[in-house]
């Protein structure tokens, strides 16, 4: 920049429209400085933070350093570790109330949609150190199944771990692997846009299937998912132990923990442990907080379980999201959750929840209204979990009384309400005393005799009641009859003579019947058969009347459904206990429906499958016996009809197949043939009614093709001037910006020169609208000028007209009229254009007409001499024309 020339001139003159863009950049900086620091994650500085001071306040953020090395993307890629109430991938993923969607989903059921899954509990966190295996194919699931469930999703963000159902089977997007926890991964990051289809096979979750699981754990799961640090071994686990005295298996102490954390905890996004001390957090949970969010709740039900030796696991990923549609939802960041795995032995990992879903919902509908979230109730200290446990208490002895020789019989008792097939201990007693050596008969069958104790145990027969009949006997150790003795510090009373007392009671004779699985033809299911929670052992399992299965000691048989679909009755029995239950097996109904009005050869079919009303995802579709895919979550999918006269569309899915005909492909395209033909016979007859021939189409098409050459030229002129003017003005701009960051210029010179530049600028237009528009108006006529020329154009139209055989040209285009003036008069086509061009713009483009008058004159001139020609060569008379009709 030379030194006499000003910051704001280029060449002399002054550009403030530079000074503008300067000023508003200056602005947009001071903004970021102040508003990127608030908007950046916790604990992360702006790039501005060092120019210009931010208030820690404005930093703010929580707290939590977890490892996510993934990149920010949150629940999406959760990464290999993980703190509690710390980040999550990145982010304080868990805890966000961001709307921003993540992914879209399109689902035959609302699921849970998992990422990601850890096994080492530290005390303050998780950590997961698994392998992968690609993902090839159908992958194998373990142990009961319940429902398939088929999804598409597609991701609103990058992911590096794939949202699935619990448990993945198949997954279409390749170059993908699952962990050893089931989480899908990808090598790099997915891109925003991908879509991709997966099949999930739920576990059983039924309580009476779970109940009856048991705890045979293999080794390598039993030893990975029960350790727990040194501190969550003592209070948390003496705590446990008393909270779940009662429950009877695993699958209860799991409902009784998850139940316990649900209404002794609140939720809260605000909630926080100490990380300097030495309790771990579950502990902190339990024992010193009111309020969590999910992590919190996940976490210590993990850890509760795995004191009790139940294997656990800490699990993230997504909540089922809004749903926006049927089978639609849309899942966003303030979706983020954390829930438990536990396992469960022949059935596998069952997803349990401990968060409060109504509070955790309420504030997920509160961040989408732009709402404050409530508040959290406190739970009262009656909620607060007990910190003693408390202790036993000795049962007393009751004193034994003599025999009152007018008393009728013993007394009997069981110990539990008798179930067919389950252990039930009878105790026979004699004025409160027990007695020994009574034979005991179960319906007349003898099962022992009573012990010192006055017990006795035995199975309880298949039967519609059990009758307890005990009989007395005679006893060569008693001296006195009826005296009661001790043996080993035990009172008892030796059973008498021979005597008989039945007592009677009534057994529920009815079975439940669970059946997990799809119910479809040709599948295998499991089948659980239970009464009053006990299984129904070694009971025949028959499918309409015909034995298929045997139940085993846990009342399970697995039994293949019928390949045929209708109804069948499922029946387990074993003498009087019996239970039944009707399934329905859907029929596959397909439909085959042309994209197109008709069916035609090469074009689209739209194929639909369904069972039983509902559509049916994963049928395998074939087009004339061969293979072409298969149908997606909605149940559909489109296939292409070959080039032949029909086609048949097969669908097979649940050992049922269905084929569909299209007839008549060749009939229809000669149909849609002739159709088009008399549309095209039809045009040529209009055609050729009003002059329109294929000379002219083609003349018109050229000057079309030259229209749009001239625009494209005119356009590249135009946007050539606008990237120079542009990238001129950008280098002075950051000229402008060096001097005002340097000091050469203050702001206020800056403002004063950007006044005068606008000044200068304002004169400039006006001046050039002027020069513009002064030499179009003669001297002194006002706008007679204008007037003149609009009426010596209509004019020379006039005479153009005059010249041309249409017989009513009111009824034609000025183009029309011009391409018969050219092709039929044989009249200048130079001329007509420019007439036809003037009168055209005069007439509908209103511009200005005073610059065409002398062409138009010249033009009308050039038709006239060359209508003297035509009519001298012909020996008419001049300015004669022929009839000619239009």
């Known amino acids: 920049m030379a030194d006499d020339e000003s910051l704001f001139e280029v060449g002399g003159t002054r550009d403030y ?49 977890g490892s996510g090395g993934g990149g920010g993307l949150g629940a999406l890629s959760p990464g290999d570790s993980t703190d509690v109430g710390g980040s999550l991938g990145g982010e304080s993923a868990l805890r966000s109330r961001s709307d921003d969607v993540h992914f879209r989903v399109q689902s035959t059921q609302a699921s849970y949609w998992r990422t990601g899954a850890y096994g080492e509990y530290t005390g303050t966190g998780w950590e997961r150190r698994e392998g992968t295996t690609p993902v090839d194919g159908e992958l194998p699931v373990e142990g009961a199944r319940d429902e398939r469930v088929t999804y598409e999703v597609t991701l609103e963000r990058s992911a590096a771990s794939l949202p699935t159902v619990w448990r993945p089977t198949q997954v279409s997007r390749p170059g993908v692997s699952i962990t050893e926890n089931g989480a899908i991964t990808a090598d790099r990051a997915v891109p925003q846009g991908t879509s991709y289809t997966g099949v999930s096979q739920r576990p059983a979750d039924d309580p009476a299937v779970l109940s009856q699981a048991g705890r045979d754990y293999p080794a390598e799961i039993e030893d990975r998912y029960t350790q727990l640090p040194a501190d969550s071994e003592g209070r948390l686990g003496a705590f446990t132990d008393d909270l779940t005295a009662d429950a009877d298996g695993p699958y209860e102490t799991a409902r009784t923990i998850e139940r316990w954390l649900e209404s002794n905890k609140a939720y809260s996004l605000n909630a926080s442990h100490d990380p300097e001390r030495e309790a771990g957090v579950a502990t902190q949970f339990v024992f ?115 025999r009152d020789d007018t008393a009728d019989g013993y007394d009997v008792s069981l110990n539990r309400t008798a179930v067919p097939g389950v252990p039930v201990t009878v105790t026979v007693t004699e004025d409160g005393v027990p007695v020994m050596g009574a034979q005991v008969l179960f319906n007349g069958e003898p099962v022992g005799a009573t012990a010192t104790d006055g017990n006795v145990t035995a199975t309880v027969p298949y039967a519609a009641t059990l009758n307890v009949t005990i009989a007395g006997t005679a006893d060569e150790r008693v001296v006195v009859y009826g005296a009661p003795s001790r043996e080993n510090g035990r009172l008892f009373r030796p059973a008498g003579p021979a005597t008989r007392d039945t007592e009677t009671f009534d057994l529920n004779t009815t079975a439940a019947i ?23 052992r070694r009971a025949a399992v028959t499918l309409s009347g015909e034995q298929v299965a045997t139940t085993d000691d846990r009342g399970r048989a697995t039994v293949r459904l019928p390949d045929e679909p209708g109804e069948t009755t499922l029946e387990v029995r074993r003498g009087a206990v019996e239970g039944t239950r009707r399934l329905t097996l859907g029929r596959l109904n397909v439909s085959v429906e042309p994209t197109a009005p008709l ?53 097979s899915q649940y050992g049922q197949s269905r084929r569909t005909a299209l007839e008549g492909l060749y009939a229809n395209l000669a149909a849609v043939a002739a159709a088009l033909l008399v549309a095209v016979l039809a045009a040529v007859a209009l055609a050729r009614r009003y002059g329109v021939t294929p000379r002219r189409i083609a003349a018109a098409l050229a000057r079309s ?79 007679g000028g204008s007037d003149d020329a609009h009426a010596t154009i209509r004019e020379g139209w006039s005479q153009f007209l005059g010249h041309v055989s249409v017989a009513r040209p009111e009824r034609r285009t000025p183009e029309a009229i011009a391409a018969h003036a050219v092709e039929v008069d044989d009249l200048p086509a130079d001329a007509v254009w420019t007439i036809v061009d003037a009168f055209r713009a005069v007439e509908y483009g209103q511009r200005e007409p005073t610059e065409r008058v002398p062409a138009v004159a010249d033009a009308v001139a050039e038709i006239e001499r060359a209508v003297e020609r035509a009519d001298d060569a012909d020996g008419d008379a001049p300015g004669g024309q022929p009839e000619v009709a239009g």
């Not at 559509?615 to 016996?625: C, K, R, S």
């Not at 606008?758 to 030499?775: C, I, K, M, N, Y």
Request: charged share 20%; proline share 8%.
């Open 705 to 783: 093709g030259q229209l749009v050459v001239v625009a494209l030229v005119g356009l590249g002129s135009v946007l050539d001037r606008a990237i120079r003017r542009l990238y001129r003005r950008t280098v002075l701009t950051v000229e402008h910006l060096r001097a005002l960051v340097t000091g050469r210029v203050s702001p206020a010179a800056l403002l004063a020169a950007l006044r005068r530049w606008l000044a200068d600028r304002s004169g400039g237009v006006q001046s050039a609208v002027t020069a513009r528009f002064e030499p179009l108006a003669p001297a002194g006529d006002g706008d």
């Open 17 to 65: 429209s530079r000074v503008a863009l300067v000023v508003v950049t200056l602005l947009a900086l001071v903004v970021a400085t102040t508003a990127v620091p608030a908007l950046s994650p916790a604990g992360t500085d702006s790039p501005a933070s060092s120019l210009v001071p931010i208030p820690e306040e404005v930093r703010g953020g929580s707290g939590g350093s």
């Open 599 to 651: 069916a035609l050869p090469l074009t689209d079919a739209r194929v639909n499958a369904t069972v039983a009303g509902e559509p049916t995802a994963g049928a395998t579709v074939a087009l004339d016996g061969e293979r072409i895919g298969t149908t997606g979550v909605d149940g559909t999918t489109t296939v292409s009809l070959p080039l032949a006269d029909s086609a048949t569309v097969a669908v």
């Open 514 to 536: 669970s059946v997990s699985g799809d119910l479809t033809t040709g599948s295998e299911v499991s089948v659980l058969a239970l009464v009053d929670g006990e299984p129904l």
């Open 288 to 402: 010193d907080m009111e309020t969590g969010y999910c992590e919190y709740f996940a976490t210590s039900m993990v850890a509760m379980l795995r004191s009790q030796d139940i294997p656990a696991r800490y699990v993230v990923g997504y909540s089922t999201g809004e749903q926006v549609g049927e089978n639609s939802y849309t899942v966003r960041g303030m979706n983020a959750h954390a829930w438990t795995e536990v396992y469960f032995p022949e059935v596998g990992w069952v997803r349990f929840d401990a968060t409060p879903a109504a509070e955790r919902q309420q504030q997920e509908r509160a961040a989408l209204d732009d709402e404050p979230p409530t508040a959290t109730p406190t739970p009262t200290p009656a909620d607060q979990p007990p910190t003693d446990t408390p202790t036993a208490t000795d049962t007393a002895t009751p004193t034994p009384t003599e």
